[in-house]
């Protein structure tokens, strides 16, 4: 736990927000101080919310200069508790909300950290294009927290990583100074790159104020199916043909296990299964192209072929954007339909794209020896190697004892990962869950570097002071 903060301190910093800009009512904090699944809870003595890049500089400001801590906050839908506060004041980046600049020739546009992700791809649409992360929470999580974290999502198969998007940022250092980084330049060869420090992060080097976002076209034609198949194996080699076929015009190719497509379904009001019989394996495949109706060609001719070849054992296509949302909604409605079920051990890996069907035969042979009766639900992006591996209790099984086993089971997951020259966290960061457990499979050269950087910026570490090294 944080030391407590000065209530000289916290008089200062309701001062310099004034009204509305601050709180400690706890119906306004609750739903700040827990992690969406439940897992995390945490505390604060102030909650604050600045207006503007200013009033954040400021309350970085006194806090470094009184040795006072911060966690920074973004839409609060982060799975591994970095957002979450224990004792430190929180930060809520939820009213920096403006719209800086929307630019159809630069291809750019500025939007503050509040700003959600679908108000962000809204704004791209305005001027005819496209903002293309897209992840599940989109109504909810903010820019800054996108940014912060380096959030993946469907679309980085083709588009890449948060990281891939940003052009410029501003922020508040930890120092309280404002660093003016919102350049909307494709090249700038001018030396260390800092922008690049502060994506992924997680709060830890400053307060992303804003960026400078890429767009991209409008593509003309879009087509999307659900298939049904016998294997990983098979998956692999089926999302081969697919980039052969498409010539990069794969948008997502996103792998479910029959458990966790039958739990979807099942517990996700709405949903049905769009094929006719059960498979061991499904694959959500999107397609798009700048040419009107080639996607659509391109995607017949695919499971033509990997129906002769036998890839593939069925396959439904979407055939309205209806249709297409709720084939979306059974890939993104996985963790919905998995809480029901009660306690599950979460794991969000990734590996070389080639040896996923690897990973997941030694992961499940592991866990199946070492908890017997638990169930497996993998999934995940596929085509950039990330599978998020869920292990749920089994059938009537007590909560509680199979979360005591979860950091058993991430050892064995993780250490299975590593071994393959993977990674423990693809796509959700370290946080506080994984922090001290990173120690163990990141290299000490590197963790010494990245110590260095933080110490140089942070010498106080006030900044998110859990998360990180």
């Not at 600049?101 to 992700?117: F, I, N, P, Q, R």
């Not at 052969?244 to 966790?260: I, S, Y």
Request: proline share 5%; charged share 20%.
């Amino acid at each position: 736990m944080t030391k407590p903060v000065p209530a000289d301190t916290l008089s200062r910093l309701k001062a310099v927000l004034g009204e509305g800009g601050w709180s400690q009512d706890p119906a306004s904090l609750e739903p700040k101080l827990v992690e969406w699944r439940g897992r995390w809870r945490g505390e604060t003595p102030l909650l604050v919310l600045p207006r503007t890049t200013q009033e954040v500089a400021a309350v970085v400001g006194i806090c470094a200069a009184d040795g006072v801590a911060i966690t920074p906050q973004g839409g609060n839908t982060g799975l591994v508790a970095g957002q979450i506060p224990q004792g430190e004041i929180l930060l809520s980046t939820e009213k920096l909300r403006a719209v800086r600049d929307v630019d159809g020739l630069d291809d750019a546009m500025v939007l503050e950290a509040g700003v959600t992700l679908s108000e962000a791809h809204a704004q791209a649409a305005s001027v005819g294009r496209r903002f293309t992360v897209g992840v599940a929470s989109e109504g909810s999580c903010t820019i800054g927290g996108l940014v912060s974290t380096n959030a993946g999502g469907t679309a980085v198969l083709r588009y890449g990583m948060m990281r891939e998007q940003v052009l410029g940022l501003e922020a508040v250092l930890p120092n309280g100074e404002i660093w003016k980084g919102l350049k909307r330049l494709r090249k700038d060869n001018t030396g260390y790159d800092l922008k690049q420090l502060l994506i992924g992060a997680e709060g830890t080097l400053g307060v992303v104020t804003a960026a400078s976002l890429k767009l991209h076209p409008l593509l003309a034609s879009r087509a999307v199916a659900i298939v049904g198949l016998g294997s990983p194996e098979d998956a692999i080699q089926l999302l081969a043909r697919a980039k052969d076929e498409t010539g990069g015009g794969v948008e997502a190719f996103e792998l479910m296990g029959r458990l966790g497509f039958e739990l979807t379904v099942r517990n996700v009001p709405g949903l049905r299964d769009p094929l006719p019989s059960i498979h061991p394996w499904y694959v959500l495949i999107e397609i798009a192209s700048g040419e009107p109706g080639a996607a659509e060609a391109a995607l017949e001719r695919l499971l033509s072929g990997a129906l002769e070849r036998g890839l593939i054992s069925d396959a439904a296509v979407a055939q309205t954007q209806t249709q297409m949302k709720a084939f979306w909604h059974i890939r993104e409605g996985h963790s919905a339909g998995q809480k029901p079920e009660g306690a599950a051990w979460k794991h969000d890996v990734s590996v070389p794209v080639s040896q996923i069907p690897v990973f997941i035969a030694r992961a499940n042979a592991a866990i199946a020896t070492a908890f017997p009766g638990t169930r497996i639900v993998a999934f995940g992006h596929v085509g950039d190697g990330n599978v998020h591996y869920d292990v749920l209790k089994a059938p009537g099984g007590d909560d509680d004892a199979h979360d005591a086993l979860r950091n058993e089971g991430a050892r064995i997951v993780h250490d299975i990962t590593a071994d393959m020259n993977g990674s423990i966290s693809a796509e959700h960061g370290l946080g506080a869950m994984k922090t001290a457990e990173a120690l163990t499979y990141k290299d000490p050269v590197e963790v010494a570097a990245l110590r260095a950087i933080r110490s140089a910026l942070d010498p106080r570490r006030i900044m998110n002071p859990r998360v990180l090294f």
